[in-house]
C-alpha cells in the first residue's frame, strides 16, 4: 500500500512537490519512499534477512518522523477520537503495520535463518 501511495502522489502532484506544504528534507523522505517501499519487499522474496532488516528500518523512521511532524494535530490539538480517526488512517495505519513488523520480527529472523541454514 506504501508504494501504491507514493506513486500516486507523485503521479498528481510531481517530485517534491509543493503541495507537501513541508520542508525539502521531508520532502525527499517522502520520496524517498517510492523507492525504499517496494525495495524492501523485493529484498523480502530475494534476501528475505535483508529485507526483514529494511522493512524494520523504513516503518520505524516513517512511523517516528510522521509522528513528530504532526505531532501537534496528532496529539496537542488532535480533534475528537472519530475525526482523527477518519483524518489521521494512514498514520493509525503506519502504526499497525509497525506494531505487526515488531511482534513478529524476532519470529520471523529466526524461521527466515533456520530456511536458510538448511
Request: no cysteine; aromatic share 16%.
Amino acid at each position: 500500500m506504501g508504494t501504491f501511495t507514493h506513486v500516486q502522489w507523485m503521479l498528481i502532484n510531481g517530485v517534491l512537490s509543493v503541495n507537501y506544504n513541508a520542508p525539502l528534507l521531508t520532502k525527499i523522505f517522502w520520496d524517498s519512499l517510492t523507492f525504499l517501499d517496494p525495495i524492501a519487499a523485493i529484498l523480502l522474496f530475494v534476501r528475505p534477512k535483508t529485507g526483514l532488516v529494511l522493512t524494520l528500518i523504513i516503518i520505524t523512521v516513517d512511523v517516528i518522523h510522521n509522528n513528530l511532524f504532526y505531532i501537534d494535530e496528532l496529539y496537542i490539538n488532535a480533534p475528537n477520537l472519530t475525526i482523527w480517526i477518519q483524518k489521521y488512517w494512514m498514520i493509525l495505519g503506519q502504526i499497525i503495520f509497525a506494531l505487526f513488523v515488531y511482534l513478529r520480527f524476532k519470529y520471523n529472523y529466526k524461521a527466515i535463518k533456520m530456511i536458510i541454514n538448511n
